[in-house]
């Protein structure tokens, strides 16, 4: 970054001393979208297009830098996928600026999560619902098709494309965690505590993992189940049980069903 070369030292409340620098050559940063472990996501203008994109600006770290790179390897197993059909964000390319990995996306309207905090936590109707759920099955389909699994698919991995449009398209975004299926390992936690697989089911993970997690955020969706972070980092569960399990597997197929 031209005004810091440390990301590891970024706060919103100094972002102001970001906007007008440039990343790389040609993008200049207008906005902040985000932040995580990995640095933050500013948006940008491409100076060569005059158009607006995310920009994953990932700190220098050592493992920060390792999770970079395996998420560049994931990105381009998927360029063969057409990112509209297959409801995945569309990925630029990278560049390096200043040791820091920077991935190039598509610029998206806002997360789920934040479309249905926007609406005071009212959930989903079912008509509304069930193309989006029809959506999130797409998804992880073309990317097994690859031979690749996200492994961390929830709310806030789930951008809508545009708000405003009827009805809702959305994408999956965030390979960070993603990884090919041949790698994935017999109970070894690697989605979010509310999506996750319970290992008491006994089932192959590889094959229920997807519909969990799709079912999880049903369930959280219309019945406003407690999956904000704030309860779940005050008040872990203590297990899921079968019951819970096929809950969630009922509630999915049957908003597939209606």
């Not at 990105?75 to 820091?100: A, T, V």
């Not at 959305?170 to 299926?181: H, N, Q, R, S, T």
């Amino acid at each position: 970054l031209n005004k810091s070369e440390n990301t590891s030292s970024f706060l919103p409340s100094d972002f102001d001393n970001f906007k007008g620098t440039m990343l790389g050559k040609f993008y200049k940063v207008e906005a902040l979208l985000g932040e995580g472990c990995f640095g933050f996501v500013p948006k940008c203008l491409d100076t060569k297009t005059n158009k607006s994109v995310a920009m994953k600006v990932n700190k220098n770290h050592p493992e920060i830098l390792q999770q970079a790179k395996s998420e560049i390897f994931i990105l381009e197993q998927l360029r063969c996928l057409d990112p509209d059909s297959c409801n995945i964000i569309k990925w630029n390319g990278f560049f390096i600026d200043r040791e820091h990995v920077c991935l190039n996306f598509e610029l998206l309207d806002q997360s789920l999560y934040d479309y249905i905090q926007d609406r005071n936590y009212q959930g989903l109707p079912v008509s509304e619902l069930r193309p989006i759920l029809y959506q999130l099955a797409n998804a992880p389909s073309h990317l097994s098709s690859r031979g690749i699994a996200h492994t961390d698919l929830k709310p806030d991995n789930v951008m809508i494309v545009d708000r405003n449009q009827s009805p809702i398209k959305v994408k999956v975004i965030d390979f960070g965690l993603a990884c090919p299926v041949s790698t994935l390992a017999p109970h070894v936690s690697v989605q979010s505590l509310w999506y996750r697989v319970p290992d008491s089911c006994g089932a192959g993970r590889r094959a229920a993992a997807l519909p969990w997690s799709n079912g999880s955020m049903v369930v959280w969706w219309l019945a406003l189940l407690p999956h904000s972070k704030n309860v779940l980092l005050s008040n872990p569960p203590s297990g899921h049980g079968p019951s819970v399990w096929r809950l969630q597997m009922v509630v999915c197929f049957s908003v597939l069903a209606l």
